[in-house]
Structures are given as structure tokens and as C-alpha cells.
């Protein structure tokens, strides 16, 4: 018996494979000014600025890495971003974990206010509140110094309100059977309800070190001097005495960008779930 084809499911098929394909088209354009930088920071000056297009480099070289290893303080500026995201990271995903607990599972008084103060700051920019820190910072001595650049940094409601709502759903006999064993309230959080939700610390703590690390706004305006800015900010000042070097510049962003493309590739379902999270807040 001769079967009919399904006029539908061929509709349905040629739908996939067109949105397939728009889907393919998309990232190649949004992967395309990486590929570009790659390419170019393989590239030598003469050639980065010479007339024609090429997709593939003529004579690749490292030379521009060379020459940013050696001629820049990158080291530092490695060790700078480093220490003030491992820090910010920590101090953000430990604040905001006990903030979380106590907002959700202690009643105090100010609990509803200060809960709706952390979903209002939703509403206000970080970039509105820049010149507020610098004054804050400037006035306490604090600029040009790790605690300058990390303490502004360390504001991420998003933490709080994703921890709150996990807190939420777990069941309040866990809480009670533990306080009725002798447990604080710290040892409730850290070795209850912690250890139960480390899959959402996790991502938390991975989006939080990925953003510390991008970060440039704030770390350009809090260092002044090159021995204390982070790689983000160090890299713009590898140029030449005769202009900007493309080359040469944009093997500072490669090496820059480098550890956050490792740590996404590798943790690359953690950081979905993180943003997955806090898109879901957020909507």
C-alpha cells in the first residue's frame, strides 16, 4: 500500500530547516568579529593595515604576542583581574547566599522592605551610581587600591534574588529537623541548604567571576596608575609611539579575553543555567 505524504509535516520540515539556517547565519555573524581579531592579532602591523581582504593571515606570526608580553606589564594585569574577581566572587556569592537565607527563611523586622529594595535596584543602572562610588572611593582614600576597585563591584541583586527563591522551595522540614538537633542558623545555611542547591552556586559564582572579569567602566576609573589596572583596562594602553598598532592591540584583547573563553568552555552548561536564571528573574 502506497503511503501519502503528509503535507504537513513536509511544511514543518522545510520550517526547521530554514530557521536552521537562519540560526547558522546568525552565529557566523556574531562570531565573525572574534574570528576577525584572532586573525589579525596573527598578522603583522604592515599587513593589518594594508589594502585588500583576506580572511587567513599571509605569514602568521606571533610577534604581536611577543611584543605585548614584553613590552607591557600584562603579567600584572593578570594578576590584578585575578585577585579582585576570585575576590569579588567570593564575597558576592557568600553575601548574597546568607542575604538569601535570611530574607527567606528568618523573619526580622524590615524583611519586606529590604526585599523590595533588592528587587527595585533592578531598576537602576549600575552605570547611574559610577560617579556616586568615585566620590565614596575618593573620599575614603580608596582609589588606585584593590578594596577601590572590589567593593563597588560586589553590588548583584540578581545573587540574592535567585538564592531567595531556591531557599523558597525547599521544604521547612529540613530547617526544623536541624534546629531541633541543635543547629545555628550558619550551620543550617552552610551545611544544609547550601550543599543542596551547589549546582546553582555553582553558575552563580562562574557568571560572577566571568562578569568581574570584563568588567572595564569602573576598574578604568579606579586605577590611576598601570601597576594597578586589570587586564581589561591594561590592554588599551598597548599602542605604538607612531599610533595604534591593530595588530599588537588586538593581541592584548585576545590574551585578555582568553581566560573567560577557556572558563566558558569549560563550564559552558553552568554558565547557561546562570543565565537562564537570571533571565528568568529578570523577566
Not at 535596584?121 to 566620590?135: D, T, W
Not at 573620599?139 to 538564592?163: A, D, E, F, K, R
Amino acid at each position: 500500500m502506497t503511503a501519502i505524504p503528509n503535507p504537513s509535516r513536509r511544511k514543518f520540515n522545510l520550517g526547521a530547516a530554514l530557521l536552521t539556517l537562519l540560526t547558522l547565519i546568525c552565529a557566523l555573524i556574531w562570531f565573525f568579529p572574534i574570528y576577525w581579531a584572532m586573525v589579525t592579532s596573527l598578522r603583522t602591523d604592515d599587513e593589518a593595515v594594508s589594502a585588500g581582504f583576506s580572511l587567513i593571515p599571509a605569514n602568521p606570526t606571533l610577534s604581536s604576542f611577543i611584543y605585548v608580553i614584553q613590552n607591557s606589564n600584562i603579567g600584572r594585569w593578570y594578576l590584578n583581574s585575578t585577585i579582585t574577581s576570585v575576590l569579588i566572587t567570593v564575597i558576592t556569592v557568600f553575601m548574597a547566599a546568607c542575604c538569601g537565607y535570611a530574607i527567606s527563611q528568618l523573619r526580622f523586622p524590615g524583611r519586606t522592605v529590604l526585599w523590595w529594595t533588592i528587587l527595585a535596584s533592578f531598576m537602576v543602572p549600575v552605570q547611574a551610581l559610577i560617579v556616586n562610588h568615585y566620590v565614596i572611593m575618593a573620599n575614603v582614600n580608596l582609589l588606585n587600591t584593590y578594596s577601590g576597585i572590589i567593593l563597588p563591584m560586589l553590588l548583584h541583586p540578581v545573587t540574592v534574588i535567585v538564592y531567595k527563591q531556591f531557599f523558597d522551595g525547599l521544604p521547612r522540614e529540613y530547617r526544623e529537623a536541624a534546629l531541633m538537633d541543635g543547629a545555628t542558623e550558619f550551620q543550617l545555611l552552610f551545611r544544609v541548604f547550601i550543599p543542596m542547591n551547589w549546582g546553582v552556586t555553582a553558575a552563580l559564582a562562574i557568571i560572577t567571576f566571568i562578569g568581574a572579569w570584563n568588567a572595564f567602566l569602573w576598574p578604568f576609573l579606579a586605577a590611576s596608575t598601570e601597576e594597578m589596572m586589570t587586564v581589561t583596562v591594561g590592554i588599551s594602553q598597548v599602542q605604538d609611539a607612531y599610533g595604534v598598532a591593530y595588530a599588537r592591540v588586538l593581541a592584548g584583547a585576545v590574551m585578555a579575553g582568553l581566560p573567560v573563553a577557556l572558563a566558558y568552555l569549560l563550564f559552558q552548561r553552568r554558565v547557561t543555567q546562570a543565565i537562564t536564571l537570571s533571565a528568568g528573574i529578570k523577566g
